[in-house]
């Protein structure tokens, strides 16, 4: 069995990560970089494709960009002044290089390539439409979809054929595009998945999180708006806005887990947010304690806000070692279990005897909880209370994140007074989603919600054409204690 972070198993798994340039030589090279930085975002493949202005060009593989798009004759074989990439999580489709993205066709118009962040929630009943007329599909993924109503539109223009084509789906997209027309970047109308924009020297560029263009040196200019196209060639930058408009609903976890904490998110601090998130925590649920102690690495900035507004000491009670493989092998359940010890360890000399916060950013399955919270009372802890960034994850995530179903989902089968006796805290509190809004710096607004918090809410911004399953929105307590 292959394995990554055993903390990190028991998350939401972040989609996806994009990446574009145009109009820079060696395209690939800064989509390679850029996407380096978006790792975090899926590591189960990548690919980038280039277009030199006659050919297209494309590298995909399974695995991380490094070690795949760090060889000269990958890179040399990439070449081109405009690019696209992509890092990749499986949320629909199976794992597999069919499946990972940039997806490429020859259509009647020229080549098309697309990378989509997120997941399209029609894609099923679209892809049985499409082959009732004949499609012949070379992947399962939703983004193939897309190729198709593109290449079965009736319009004339790259930029036309792409509008046609998603006024038929629904769900959550942020997609780069690559004709010989130019380069394309587009995101729904609702703003689910982000996209920023950014400029380097002549070349505009367009990837997930502002922290991909600050390892390539570029200026953020701005978000590109929901519901907006932006279409960049040798004629300039122009903007389309062919979607009627709605209010906006930019998914809520990007803050919560998903963007790294040096991005900024819908013009704010993915840092601040998070040591906010952390202070209201501390509002809310307070507790005496000696020391808080973060669950390396999400937790840190939420512990650090945790800390400040509590005044209880911030320590690092778990430390993470930086050198266990990705590709650790763990032939038993026993040696699996020690897989926790070996990328995370208690410190023991600081905890013995001492009254702990820990904060996590979320409980999904819980088995991760129940592993720290005995990991701190073998070390001799005293008092272990668990504080969660994030209200109680009680629904699946239908647009592009990949959630357990609902019947794994902790929350969703039990009160918190459950869920901590399970995990065997002295006490459990999740942040409200009232509270989440404030470290947002807003209010909720129940009627019209300013962001997509589904997950915690039942409150899903769309149709969700291709799953049946019934959610409802939850009312139970947010805090127990022994
Ligand atoms: Fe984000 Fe949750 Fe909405 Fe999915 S359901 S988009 S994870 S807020």
Same mark, same amino acid.
């Given at each position: 069995m292959l394995t990554t972070n055993p903390f990190d198993d028991d998350k939401l798994r972040e989609e996806c990560g994009i990446f574009g340039i145009w109009g820079a030589d060696n395209a690939a090279s800064f989509v390679a970089l850029g996407l380096h930085a978006l790792q975090h975002r899926g590591q189960e493949g990548a690919g980038v494709t280039s277009f030199d202005g006659a050919h297209f060009h494309s590298h995909r593989a399974m695995g991380h960009i490094a070690g795949n798009f760090d060889r000269d004759e990958v890179m040399r074989a990439l070449p081109g002044r405009t690019a696209i990439g992509h890092v990749r999580y499986s949320t629909t489709g199976e794992s597999g290089l069919r499946n990972v993205q940039p997806l490429f066709a020859e259509l009647a118009e020229g080549g098309f390539a697309v990378a989509q962040n997120g997941n399209l929630s029609n894609a099923m009943k679209l892809r049985r439409t499409l082959n009732r007329r004949g499609s012949i599909f070379q992947s399962t993924s939703d983004?193939? =979809?897309?190729?198709?109503?593109?290449?079965?539109?009736?319009?004339? $223009?790259?930029?036309?054929?792409? $509008?046609?084509?998603? +006024?038929?789906?629904?769900?959550?997209?942020?997609?780069?595009?690559?004709?010989? &027309?130019?380069?394309?970047? %587009?995101? &729904?109308p609702l703003g689910i998945r982000p996209l920023v924009m950014g400029k380097l020297g002549e070349a505009t560029i367009f990837a997930s999180e502002t922290v991909a263009l600050d390892v390539i040196g570029a200026t953020f200019l701005r978000d590109?708006?929901?519901? /907006?196209? =932006?279409?960049?060639? !040798?004629?300039?930058?122009?903007? *389309?806005?062919? *979607?009627?408009?709605?209010?906006?609903?930019? %998914?809520? *976890?990007?803050?919560?887990?998903?963007?790294?904490? &040096?991005? =900024?998110? &819908?013009? +704010?601090?993915?840092?601040?947010?998070?040591?906010?998130?952390?202070? /209201?925590?501390?509002r809310e649920a307070p507790v005496e304690a000696d020391y808080v102690v973060p669950v390396p690495d999400s937790g840190v900035p939420?512990?650090?806000? *945790?800390?400040?507004?509590?005044?209880?000491?911030?320590?690092? !009670?778990?430390?993470?070692?930086?050198?266990? !493989?990705?590709?650790?092998?763990?032939?038993?359940?026993?040696?699996?279990?020690?897989?926790?010890?070996? +990328?995370?360890?208690?410190n023991s000399a600081l905890v013995h005897g001492k009254r702990i916060v820990l904060i996590d950013d979320s409980i999904v399955r819980g088995t991760t909880s129940v592993k720290i919270v005995q990991m701190m009372r073998d070390a001799g802890a005293r008092e272990v209370h668990l504080r969660i960034a994030s209200p109680p994850t009680r629904h699946s995530c239908f647009y592009g994140v990949d959630t357990p179903e609902r019947a794994k989902l902790l929350a969703a089968q039990m009160s918190v007074e459950a869920m901590r006796d399970y995990i065997n805290a002295d006490s459990l509190a999740f942040i409200s989603i009232e509270g989440l809004y404030r470290a947002l710096g807003s209010e909720r607004n129940d009627q019209q919600p300013q962001r997509c918090d589904a997950c915690f809410t039942g409150d899903y911004p769309t149709s969700l054409t291709d799953f049946t399953e019934k959610e409802s929105a939850g009312s139970l307590s947010l805090v127990a204690s022994r």
């Open positions: 983004t193939e =979809v897309i190729i198709h109503l593109v290449a079965t539109s009736n319009h004339t $223009t790259s930029l036309d054929r792409l $509008t046609d084509a998603l +006024k038929q789906v629904e769900g959550a997209y942020s997609l780069l595009v690559l004709t010989p &027309d130019g380069l394309i970047a %587009c995101r &729904d590109v708006e929901p519901g /907006e196209l =932006v279409l960049v060639n !040798g004629s300039g930058i122009r903007s *389309f806005r062919p *979607f009627a408009k709605v209010e906006p609903r930019p %998914c809520v *976890f990007e803050h919560v887990y998903f963007s790294r904490p &040096d991005s =900024v998110a &819908d013009g +704010k601090s993915v840092y601040e947010v998070r040591k906010n998130i952390g202070a /209201e925590l501390s939420a512990a650090i806000g *945790f800390s400040q507004a509590s005044g209880i000491p911030f320590e690092l !009670g778990i430390i993470r070692s930086h050198y266990v !493989g990705r590709t650790f092998i763990q032939p038993s359940q026993e040696v699996r279990n020690l897989g926790v010890k070996l +990328k995370h360890n208690a």
